[in-house]
């Protein structure tokens, strides 16, 4: 009963680090190796798991003896410091150093932990990512002015937890960004408008989603895989509404939908404060622990210098390829270090300042707004793609180097016990007397013995037939 209770237990804790991870945008195959490696540091081999982006099943004990718990994953994104906080137990529980009743606890505290900055700095933090992306984008004066305002908005809108408001706030954001920046482009030079209406959906980009889900097919997962690119479309489509919609209300004619190229850009240095704005303020809006500060950064400046590498030797198109394949290897260089942050806190900022859903939404507006934006959706999704390609193969790379090669796992099904028993023996075997299912037929075998009433000792007979007292 004790060993059936802790399997339970096990279940319940390998559900909820499960959960959390798919919370913290890991890919399902991540999430599997990490809860085998979990089991097995519990000392169950016998343990199996199965995740979707949306239900984990696991299962504890092999063939018949076997029990499964499922649980439904609709758990909000996780912010930094909650990430950073379950990183820190999946590595405790790797070396079996909590008790599963515990690690459950310490679950449910990450879940209800309350963010390490108030409502007035987070904003703020928004505004300031917003900011340094507008620097990035539309590199203008008034751009970044107008970028920081509608920043500090959305930074705000986005703190109301909601689950309903969560599905059409997409749209609405959208709708109220484009409004302004349509409004205010015919007097103020801002640069691209549509490049700046990037920066302050930043967040609501599906960036990683469609870069997390390329992976995911790219690694066989083609059911995680297949449903987050279609929902990063559909999330990319919602957008794209706002947006037309807005432009429709104000009245704008379908060729102002095409992107500009920057009039007079800033000098190089800007992108530098640009790339360190984004930073800071992915570090407030987030609540990110203040030991990831400087590991962001770092990736930030890596991911960057690869993209304009690679936009000079390779072009845009495939730039991100460039910058992904720089960024990779840093990422699990740095969580793999002993007082290093977890994979995801660096990868998101990154994946964000690639802009490989920026791009997405800059060319299916001019998809859908014109007539001459398939092209440039056609290339947003093979940017999308190339960073995705770029994070797999440097994602290779470092395992091949610091771990080594992996031999290809053997086919193999478990049959019952059950069923194992009764297998047909072989040849030779049926060939000697008294073996099971021998040709030469099988010996009669006495009846169990009987003890008396008294007991039966050594020299009892096994005869069933009363026996007579002598005389």
């Known amino acids: 009963m004790a060993d059936a209770s802790d399997r339970a237990m096990l279940r319940r804790f390998l559900l909820g680090l499960a959960e959390g991870m798919n919370a913290a945008a890991e890919t399902v195959d991540g999430i599997r190796d990490t809860m085998l490696a979990v089991s097995r540091a519990y000392g169950r081999d016998d343990t199996d798991i199965l995740v979707l982006p949306t239900a984990i099943i696991v299962q504890t004990g ?13 758990t909000p994104s996780f912010r930094f410091d909650q990430i950073a906080a379950l990183y820190a137990l999946v590595g405790q529980a790797k070396r079996a150093a909590i008790a599963p009743v515990d690690g459950i606890g310490r679950l449910n505290e990450i879940g209800a932990m309350r963010p390490s900055y108030g409502w007035f700095v987070r904003t703020f933090g928004h505004a300031l990512l917003v900011t340094g992306l507008a620097l990035l984008l539309t590199p203008t004066w008034q751009g970044a002015v107008v970028a920081f305002v509608l920043g500090g908005f959305i930074g705000l809108a986005k703190l109301v937890r909601s689950q309903t408001l969560q599905l059409v706030f ?54 995680a895989g297949a449903s987050r690119l279609v929902f990063g479309l559909v999330q990319l489509g919602l957008l794209t509404f706002g947006i037309i919609a807005a432009g429709t209300v104000v009245g704008i ?15 190089w240095w800007t992108a530098i404060g640009g790339v360190l704005l984004f930073a800071v303020g992915n570090f407030l809006h987030f609540s990110a622990p203040s030991s990831t500060f400087w590991w962001v950064l770092l990736v930030l400046f890596v991911a960057y210098a690869g993209q304009q590498v690679g936009q000079v030797l390779v072009g845009s198109t495939v730039s991100g390829f460039v910058g992904a394949l720089a960024m990779t290897p840093v990422v699990l260089w740095i969580a793999s270090l002993r007082h290093g942050v977890p994979s995801q806190l660096t990868f998101l900022p990154g994946f964000w300042l690639l802009v490989p859903g920026a791009a997405g939404l800059v060319g299916l507006t001019e998809a859908v707004g014109t007539s001459e934006g398939l092209e440039d959706f056609a290339t947003a999704l093979t940017s999308v793609m190339s960073i995705a390609l770029g ?8 395992r091949v180097v610091h771990r080594g090669a992996d031999e290809i796992a053997a086919f193999h099904i478990e049959v019952p016990a059950a069923l194992a028993q009764e297998e047909e023996p072989p040849f030779w075997a049926r060939m000697v007397p008294g073996t099971p299912k021998s040709i030469w037929g099988a010996r009669r075998r006495k009846p169990p013995e009987t003890p008396s009433e008294g007991g039966a000792g050594r020299g009892a007979t096994s005869d069933p037939r009363p026996q007579t007292p002598d005389a």
């Open 62 to 74: 092999s063939a018949e003896e076997g029990r499964v718990a499922l649980r439904s994953t609709l």
């Open 170 to 223: 997409p749209v609405f954001a959208a709708f109220v960004c484009a409004l302004a920046v349509f409004l205010i482009a015919p007097y103020v030079e801002i640069g691209d408008p549509i490049r700046l209406l990037i920066a302050p959906l930043a967040t609501f980009l599906p960036g990683g989603v469609l870069t997390t889900g390329t992976m995911e097919l790219a690694a066989g997962q083609m059911v």
């Open 253 to 267: 004619e379908s060729s102002r939908y095409l992107s500009l190229a920057a009039s007079d850009p800033f000098p």
């Open 391 to 398: 994070v797999l193969i440097g994602t290779a790379l470092y």
